[in-house]
């Protein structure tokens, strides 16, 4: 689908010819004398149409204007919350197959912001998938122009939305697909395309590598398929080589039967979604090939898949990590941690700013935190607040959750250094606290994405998230680091952990507290 950006004036969005116009009308509207403000004006002050946002009238064939159907659409306060939220209560408009091209007018102003979730909604919307599909009907959508009252200053929110989408776009495509369409290797391959943009590299490792390594965790975890593990690493250098990067972690299991542990039968289809951790990162990269921002940037992706087999690791076994840390297995379905562990360990060799992992790690969070938020688990305050204020920017929220000492106790074992579960109470925090154990003093964050990466029900699907969550991350970062780069010499030459890390940048406190809002 492709995207324009457009000074247009609702006068003359009345002469643009489309399948769809939609006028979003901001509270406080004040019409001109053209045929669709007068419309509008009309609607409203009827009571036919209110400005509360997703609020809507559809007319067909109107006079003067040239488009086949005409939305006014009320848009509330004009944010970019309310701008989603429009778009998304005319969904069913956006995806008819009779709607190939679209016109979007703001009838007012409109942020940067609120451009960019204009191009990010009407893409969700729109979004089929139909790789694995022999009779459906591909996206009908083909061209949306966006109009606005200044092209100019709106520029910057409709490249970042486009570029998000692009993203978003390639995490949901990888997360949909099933787990014989995204083996590890097909997933390896995937990266591998993304190396054809600008500053993008690849390197794959494949077993007898990550052997060498001495990734004794991963390798557990794998043993009992007949697809060979990959590990994936990405890189972007948009900053001078001494500049430390930020790297993400993305968990690849691309199919989670949960081994010898074996999950029940039903919903475990879902399980082609445990991917969804790497799939945000390849995302993200893709996001990062449009924008290049200024900015080092590394992606590390585990991949294989945990099933049942006669070599299968099983409960009980000890395996020796990459960090020397050796790990009773007492559950085979607790292997996201066991294949991070090992990435975590390897990631600092890159001697990072901040990392972090990205994982569909547990169900504990998702009936804590459902599908709204991801939660987010930080050792360094300022590396938090950033992801946080990310999260509220991109609206791809997260929420804090402690990580207090006392949730490691149930990680000891007579047998190893450590188990990798700890009961169920606090399961989401105590699988955060195993993976702690091999981070060391990096700043380091880890956000689990089991209750929004993907949807279950007649909606099943993957979200694409966090991709935007990230994206935010990493761009103001890069602002900061221009910034800094900028201050008086007098400052810091270099990007510092803490800096890249947050605006605060200390560790988080050892004492108990409640989880801090995002």
């Known amino acids: 689908m492709n995207f324009d950006l457009k000074t247009l004036e609702l006068a003359a969005a009345a002469s643009e010819k489309c399948d769809l116009l939609i006028v979003l009308l901001p509270a406080g509207f004040k019409p001109g004398k053209d045929a669709l403000s007068a419309l509008a004006a009309l609607a409203l002050k009827n009571g036919d149409l209110t400005t509360k946002a997703g609020k809507h009238l559809q007319l067909y064939q109107v006079p003067a204007v040239a488009a086949r159907r005409v939305v006014l ?31 979007l007018c703001f009838a007012g102003a409109a942020s940067a912001a609120s451009v960019s979730a204009a191009v990010q909604a009407v893409a969700d919307v729109s979004y089929v998938y139909t790789t694995t599909k022999t009779k459906v009907e ?25 570029a998000l989408v692009a993203g978003v776009e390639f995490a949901r495509e990888w997360g949909n697909r099933p787990a014989n369409h995204a083996t590890p290797s097909l997933l390896a391959d995937a990266a591998k395309t993304l190396a054809k943009l600008p500053r993008i590299q690849c390197k794959v490792h494949g077993p007898a590598e990550v052997a060498r390594l001495g990734m004794g965790a991963f390798m557990a975890v794998a043993k009992g398929s007949e697809e060979p593990l990959r590990f994936i690493e990405l890189r972007y250098n948009g900053a001078a080589k001494d500049q ?66 006669g070599r299968a690791v099983k409960p009980g076994d000890v395996v020796t990590s990459m960090s020397g840390q050796t790990i009773e297995i007492l559950n085979t379905d607790a292997e996201g941690r066991l294949v991070l562990c090992d ?5 600092a060799r890159f001697k990072p ?47 804090r959750m402690p990580l207090d000492d006392d949730y490691a106790d ?6 190893a250094d450590m188990g990798n579960v700890a009961g169920r109470a606090g399961g989401s925090i105590t699988a955060a606290k195993f993976l702690q154990k091999f981070v060391g003093d990096m700043p380091w964050a880890h956000l689990d994405i089991a209750g929004t990466a993907w949807k279950g029900g007649a909606a099943k699907g993957s979200t694409g998230r966090p991709v935007g969550l990230l994206v935010h991350y990493v761009l103001e970062q890069s602002r900061s680091q221009v910034r800094q780069a900028k201050a008086p010499k007098f400052a810091s030459r270099s990007v510092t952990r803490t800096a890249a890390a947050g605006a605060v940048g200390k ?4 004492r108990s507290s409640s989880p801090k809002a995002a």
């Open 138 to 162: 591909a996206r009908s959508l083909s061209r949306c122009v966006v109009g606005v009252p200044d092209a100019t200053g709106a520029r910057d929110g409709f490249d970042s939305g486009v």
């Open 343 to 347: 990435a975590l360990t390897y990631a």
């Open 244 to 309: 430390a990067p930020i790297v993400l972690v993305g968990k690849g299991i691309t199919f989670d039967t949960g081994g010898i542990s074996i999950k029940p039968a039903p919903e475990m289809d879902e399980m082609k979604f445990d991917m969804c951790g790497a799939a945000s990162v390849l995302g993200t990269f893709r996001a990062l090939g449009e924008l290049q921002p200024a900015i080092n940037v590394v992606g590390l992706i585990p991949a294989c898949e945990n099933m049942p087999d």
């Open 353 to 399: 700013a901040a990392v972090v992992d990205i994982a569909t790690l547990t169900g504990a969070c998702v009936i804590a935190l459902g599908g709204v938020r991801s939660g987010l688990f930080a050792n360094n305050d300022g590396l938090a607040e950033s992801l946080q204020a990310a999260g509220e920017a991109a609206q791809d929220l997260c929420w």
């Open 507 to 510: 560790p988080a406190a050892k």
């Open 73 to 103: 659409v009320g848009l509330g306060d004009g944010s970019a919350r309310a701008t989603r939220q429009a778009l998304q209560a005319l969904g069913g408009a956006i995806k008819a197959p009779q709607t190939k091209r679209m016109v």
């Open 410 to 415: 149930g990680l000891k074992s007579n047998f």
